[in-house]
């Protein structure tokens, strides 16, 4: 072992340069399938590629690991080298920490099955930081020290002299120290430099403050009930244990996924069918689907990709109450829904619909659920996640065979109950 790891510090400086060369390659990649996956706008255009890609993103992630491994095994040479140069430590102990931390948060993503929602939500929330924090000082890092940009005087990552090696966070200039002086504040390198961090900044800063605001729900955060596009008559009247809403109010916010645009409803192009192997089938418009009796529940809603919203006070009808009204006949095995955009479907077996607490809801916190959260009616399968949450639901078909949803189309799992749902 010591043997072999005299040898892997021979040389050092040479596996330096390709450890850094490779993790950067990595990180790139990592860094743009992770924005693809995050980014809302390309649901629709990736489609079943949003799964290959969210493997392809873990797997590279995990390859990470060796550049990271590698780089500890060399540390200790690397860290002696470093001596006195504090600035330089910071900067590795940073893209550790970065490094490390990103594999971690993201090692508890990919196994959410067995960390659990809490957790995959605290590990969302610190690979999000990590890659706001992190992404915007990488890109710095990368434009302003790229070829163009530098002294004639070729720079590596190792010092070759002690006299070498000053700050490279920022890419100081490394001049010797007689020719330092003041710097002309229009020096080109200085210039792009100042215009690449203006420009990070205008870019990423409302998405980070609007990130921030909505992780730590402050106040005038993504205030979806007052930018509800639907036009639907009258209001639903709240229940008293909606208004105020007996959970108290959601902790968390949603993230607003679609895979279309997002539909906007009205009186005049909205309806609720229940239809299919039932004894009555019903079409109701929303002046009549107001006036069914609802119900009030609280209950937790988590996605796979690991954020959860927890205690939403849900007013809605119980899926089982609308399947009794309707009758379902002998032969109907799946309950197949079906979303107003016209592309997005998903199905429950009979036993998992007639759940208790399967609702199709039309009040989220004693408000009408927002047309970017689903509304008027989404479902809400507490116990699964929340890919079986059909946003815009508007039929309920009872049918014989199988039926296979948009996402598990698409490669998600066929089975979304949560860690510990009592499975039916
Ligand atoms: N019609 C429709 N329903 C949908 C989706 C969708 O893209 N389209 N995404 C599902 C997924 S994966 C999740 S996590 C939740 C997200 O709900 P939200 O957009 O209200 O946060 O809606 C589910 N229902
Ligand atoms: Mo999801």
């Known amino acids: 072992m010591k043997k072999a790891l005299a040898r892997l510090r021979k040389g050092y400086g040479k596996k330096l340069v390709s450890i850094h060369m490779w993790n950067a390659w990595l990180v790139l990649f990592l860094a743009v399938s992770g924005l693809l996956l995050v980014g809302g706008f390309w649901r629709e255009l990736l489609g079943e590629g949003r799964v290959w890609l969210k493997w392809a993103h873990i797997a590279f992630g995990l390859v990470l690991l060796i550049p990271v491994i590698y780089?500890?095994?060399?540390?200790?040479?690397?860290?002696?080298r470093l001596k006195g140069k504090n600035s330089q430590k910071a900067n590795v102990i940073f893209v550790l920490v970065l490094l490390i931390g990103w594999i971690a948060s993201g090692i508890v993503l990919w196994q959410f099955r067995l960390a659990g929602p809490r957790a995959a939500n605290t590990a969302l929330f610190i690979h999000d930081l990590l890659t706001w924090v992190g992404l915007p000082v990488i890109i710095y890092h990368s434009i302003t020290r790229v070829k163009w940009l530098k002294e004639p005087r070729k720079r590596s990552i190792v010092p070759e002299t002690a006299s070498e090696g000053e700050d490279r966070v920022a890419g100081g200039t490394q001049q010797p120290a007689a020719a330092q002086g003041p710097q002309p504040m229009y020096s080109r390198r200085g210039f792009i430099k100042a215009a690449v961090g203006a420009?990070?900044?205008?870019?990423?800063?409302?998405?980070?403050?609007?990130?921030?605001?909505k992780s730590f729900q402050l106040p005038g955060a993504a205030d979806y009930a007052a930018s509800n596009a639907n036009a639907l008559l009258p209001d639903p009247v709240p229940l008293?244990?909606?208004?105020?809403?007996?959970?108290?109010?959601?902790?968390?916010?949603f993230r607003v996924y679609t895979v279309t645009e997002i539909p906007a409803f009205d009186n005049s192009n909205w309806s609720f069918t229940i239809d299919g192997l039932v004894d009555k089938k019903f079409t109701w418009n929303w002046e009549e689907f107001v006036k069914l009796q609802r119900e009030v529940?609280?209950?937790?809603?988590?996605?796979?990709?690991?954020?959860?919203?927890?205690?939403?006070?849900?007013?809605?009808l119980p899926l089982v109450k609308l399947l009794d009204m309707a009758g379902v006949q002998e032969r109907a095995a799946t309950v197949k829904f079906y979303s107003g955009d016209g592309?997005?479907?998903?199905?429950?077996?009979?036993?998992?619909?007639?759940?208790?607490?399967?609702?199709?809801?039309?009040?989220?916190?004693?408000?009408p659920i927002p047309n970017q959260l689903g509304g008027p009616v989404r479902l809400v399968t507490p116990q699964m996640y929340a890919y079986k949450s059909v946003k815009w639901l508007n039929r309920i078909e009872l049918i014989e065979e199988d039926h296979v949803g948009y996402w598990e189309q698409r490669g998600y799992d066929k089975d979304a109950w949560l860690p510990n749902a009592k499975r039916v």
């Not at 780089?71 to 002696?80: C, T």
């Not at 420009?199 to 605001?213: D, H, K, Q, S, Y």
């Not at 609702?359 to 989220?364: D, F, K, P, R, S």
């Open 71 to 80: 780089y500890l095994l060399l540390a200790a040479k690397h860290w002696k």
């Open 199 to 213: 420009g990070l900044a205008i870019t990423l800063g409302p998405t980070f403050v609007r990130w921030i605001g």
């Open 240 to 253: 008293a244990d909606s208004a105020p809403p007996i959970g108290g109010g959601a902790e968390g916010s």
């Open 297 to 316: 529940q609280v209950s937790d809603f988590h996605c796979v990709t690991g954020w959860s919203v927890y205690k939403n006070t849900w007013e809605g």
């Open 343 to 367: 592309v997005y479907t998903d199905s429950l077996t009979l036993a998992q619909a007639r759940l208790k607490d399967v609702m199709v809801a039309v009040l989220h916190d004693g408000k």
